[in-house]
C-alpha cells in the first residue's frame, strides 16, 4: 500500500503536470506573442508549437506530457506578467460565465483567497459556462455531464474551433493531462501542490472565451436552471441529525486539527482555512472548500480500513465519493469486500449521513451540483448546510468512535418506508371519519404496521431497488385513494348539508358510504401486504436466492400497482366509475391468492 503517513496522493506521473517552473525552463522570450494587449490568450499560436505532438489518440499521456512541458514556461511567463501589471477584472470579458460570476469576482478581491479555492470555482464556472453554450447552440439539447466529453462535441468545435478546443483538453479535458477540475473537486492536492499560474491561466482563458463568444454575438448564452435553495433538503438531514446547538467549540475544533494522527499536516491548512471562514461568517466559501476535503477524509478513511492505494493514478479510476460506498474493492487479486461498509470498523450513521448529503439521487448531491456549477452560489451561503457539513466532517475525523443516530431520509428504502407509514396514517384517518363500523381484521391488520428501525441501504441485492421501487409507488397510490375518498365524501356530505345535493347523487353518496367498509378493508389488506414484502426483503437476504419466489412477488406488486392506479382513477371526486372500486376489490383477492398467499 502506498504510505500516506505525510506523501502526496497524485502519483508520479499526474505530478508531472503540477510542477513549478525552475529557473532553467523560464520562457526567455517575449510573452505578449501568446498573450494579446487584450489579455486574451492567443490559442493560435500556442497549438503551433504543440501541433507536432498532437495525435487523434486521446489517451496518450506522453503526448500530454511533452505538450505541457511546451506549455510549462508560456504559462509561467503570462502568470507573471499578469501579476506585475495592473489588470481590472472588471474589464474582463467573464460574464458569459453566468450568475455566479461575481462570486469570482469576490474571490480574486479578497486578500485572504488561494489558490484551492480560486481553483474550484473557476473550473465549476467554466464547466457549467461551457455546458451553456452547447444548450445554447444544440436548440435546448442535455449537455454532456463530463467535461471532457463536453469538449469532444461538435457543438463545442465549431464554436471555439480546433486550436483553442486543443489547450482546453490538455488543462480540462482528459485524465490522461493536467485534468485540472477533477483533481481539485476529488481533494487531491494539497495547498503547495497547486501552482499559481494555473489560476492566472484559468481567468485569462475564461476572458478568452468569452471575448470570442462576444464576437460572434453568440451572448448573452442561454442559462441552464439552477438549484436556487438547498434548505428543505438540508433542513430533513439536520432533523435526523439534531446537532445541539452549542456543538462548536473553536478552541476544541483547533485542537482536534493539529492533533489528529492520520490527516496528512499538509492537509490540515485547508481545515484552518474552513474555520477562519466559517467564522467570518463567509459560509459560501466554507462550502465550496469543506466538500473536496470530506471527499478526502472518506478516501483516508478507505485507504486505512481497505489497506489500499488511493492515490489519483493513470489508467485508473480515482476512489471517489461514488466508488467509496461500492460493496467490493476495486482493482485486486482477487475479490474483497470494502471495509468502509463493515459498521463494526466504521460508524453506520456516518455512511448514511454521507449518503444523504453527496450521494442519494433524491438528495442535494452537494458535490455534485456544486462542482458542476449548477447551483447558484447564494444556495450554498446557508449557515444550516454549514453547520451540517462542519459537523459530519468532525464525525469523520473520529470515524470509528459512535456518532448522532442518523437515519437515512433520502434512500429508496427509507423513502419507502415513510411512505407506507403515511399510508397508514390516511387510510385510518379515512376509516375514523366515514366508515361506522371497522371490521376487526382491518383494525389488527393496521395495528401490526410498526415502524421499523436501522433501514439497510448499503450491500444491498441488484434488485433490490426494483423491488423498493414498486413498493414506494403502490404505498403512494394507496394514501392518494385514501385521499380521493375523503375529498369526494367530504364534498357531497358538504352539499347535502347545505341542501344542494339532488336525489341521485345522493344515493351515489350512500352507495359510496357503503361500499366505503369493504374499499378500506382490502386496502389494508394491500398496506399489510406491503409491509410484509418490505420486511422481508429488509431482513431475509437469502429470498433473494429464490428466483421462483421472487418471480412470483414481483408479478404480485405489477398487478397490485395496476389496481391501485385504477383505485385512484375511479376514486377521483370527477370519476363516474367509482363502483368499479368494488370489482377492484375481488380482482386483489385474486391477484394475492395467485401470487402472495400468506
Not at 490559442?43 to 512541458?69: P, W
Not at 477524509?297 to 465519493?321: C, G, P, Q, S, W
Not at 460493496?327 to 485486486?332: A, G
Not at 380521493?484 to 348539508?497: C, D, F, P, Q, W
Amino acid at each position: 500500500m502506498h504510505n500516506l503517513d505525510e506523501g502526496s496522493l497524485l502519483s508520479k506521473d499526474i505530478s508531472k503536470f503540477y510542477h513549478k517552473c525552475d529557473v532553467s525552463t523560464k520562457y526567455k522570450g517575449d510573452i505578449k506573442k501568446y498573450l494579446l494587449a487584450d489579455w486574451c490568450l492567443d490559442f493560435k499560436e500556442m497549438y503551433v508549437i504543440l501541433q507536432g505532438d498532437l495525435t487523434a489518440n486521446e489517451k496518450c499521456h506522453e503526448m500530454y506530457l511533452s505538450c505541457f512541458r511546451k506549455l510549462l514556461p508560456i504559462f509561467d511567463g503570462i502568470h507573471l506578467y499578469y501579476c506585475n501589471t495592473f489588470c481590472d477584472l472588471n474589464d474582463l470579458e467573464l460574464e458569459w460565465l453566468g450568475m455566479n460570476c461575481k462570486y469570482l469576482l469576490l474571490l480574486l478581491d479578497a486578500e485572504d483567497s488561494n489558490s484551492m479555492e480560486s481553483c474550484l470555482l473557476m473550473t465549476s464556472l467554466l464547466d457549467n459556462a461551457l455546458a451553456n453554450v452547447y444548450f445554447t447552440v444544440s436548440n435546448k439539447r442535455t449537455p454532456p455531464h463530463l467535461l471532457r466529453d463536453l469538449l469532444r462535441t461538435e457543438e463545442i468545435c465549431s464554436v471555439f474551433g480546433t486550436e483553442t478546443i486543443s489547450i482546453l483538453k490538455i488543462i480540462v479535458g482528459t485524465p490522461d493531462s493536467i485534468n485540472l477540475r477533477n483533481i481539485v473537486w476529488h481533494g487531491f492536492p494539497k495547498p503547495q501542490e497547486i501552482p499559481d499560474y494555473y489560476i492566472s491561466i484559468l481567468l485569462l482563458l475564461m476572458h478568452t472565451l468569452g471575448t470570442d463568444l462576444k464576437k460572434k454575438k453568440m451572448t448573452p448564452l442561454i442559462e441552464r436552471p439552477k438549484i436556487k435553495d438547498f434548505s428543505p433538503l438540508c433542513e430533513k438531514v439536520y432533523n435526523q441529525l439534531k446537532i445541539p446547538s452549542n456543538w462548536f467549540d473553536e478552541y476544541k475544533y483547533g485542537v482536534k486539527i493539529k492533533r489528529h494522527s492520520w490527516l496528512i499536516n499538509d492537509f490540515k491548512i485547508y481545515w484552518y482555512q474552513i474555520f477562519l471562514h466559517y467564522k467570518t461568517l463567509q459560509y459560501w466559501k466554507v462550502v465550496l472548500l469543506i466538500i473536496p476535503q470530506i471527499e478526502l477524509l472518506l478516501r483516508l478513511i478507505y485507504a486505512r480500513v481497505n489497506k489500499f492505494d488511493v492515490t489519483a493514478k493513470l489508467n485508473e479510476y480515482y476512489i471517489t465519493m461514488d466508488s467509496l460506498f461500492e460493496y467490493d474493492v476495486p482493482n485486486v487479486a482477487r475479490k474483497c469486500r470494502n471495509n468502509l461498509l463493515d459498521i463494526r470498523i466504521v460508524n453506520g450513521e456516518l455512511q448514511k449521513c454521507v449518503y444523504d448529503l453527496f450521494i442519494a439521487p433524491n438528495g442535494p448531491r452537494l458535490r455534485d451540483k456544486v462542482s458542476h456549477g449548477e447551483a447558484e452560489l447564494e444556495a450554498i451561503d446557508n449557515i444550516l448546510l454549514c453547520d451540517i457539513l462542519m459537523f459530519l466532517s468532525m464525525g469523520l475525523l473520529d470515524y470509528e468512535s459512535p456518532f448522532y443516530n442518523y437515519e437515512s431520509v433520502f434512500h429508496l428504502n427509507c423513502l419507502t418506508k415513510d411512505a407506507l407509514l403515511i399510508g397508514k396514517k390516511q387510510l385510518q384517518k379515512l376509516m375514523e371519519m366515514h366508515v361506522v363500523e371497522t371490521p376487526g381484521d382491518s383494525l389488527k391488520l393496521l395495528s401490526d404496521l410498526k415502524s421499523l428501525s436501522k433501514i439497510k441501504i448499503f450491500n444491498r441485492h441488484k434488485k433490490d431497488s426494483e423491488f423498493s421501487l414498486l413498493l414506494l409507488k403502490n404505498s403512494n397510490l394507496v394514501y392518494t385513494t385514501c385521499l380521493n375518498y375523503e375529498h369526494s365524501i367530504n364534498t357531497r356530505l358538504e352539499l347535502l348539508t347545505q341542501r344542494e345535493l339532488h336525489s341521485r347523487r345522493r344515493r351515489t353518496l350512500e352507495k359510496m358510504l357503503k361500499s366505503l367498509p369493504l374499499v378500506c378493508t382490502v386496502l389494508c389488506e394491500i398496506l399489510f401486504c406491503l409491509w410484509q414484502i418490505f420486511a422481508q426483503l429488509q431482513f431475509d437476504d437469502a429470498i433473494y436466492e429464490n428466483e421462483t419466489y421472487l418471480t412470483k412477488l414481483l408479478r404480485f406488486l405489477k398487478h397490485t400497482l395496476k389496481l391501485n392506479e385504477n383505485f385512484v382513477k375511479y376514486s377521483d371526486i370527477n370519476s363516474n366509475e367509482w363502483i368499479k372500486t368494488e370489482q377492484l376489490c375481488r380482482k386483489f383477492k385474486d391477484v394475492k391468492l395467485l401470487y402472495y398467499p400468506l
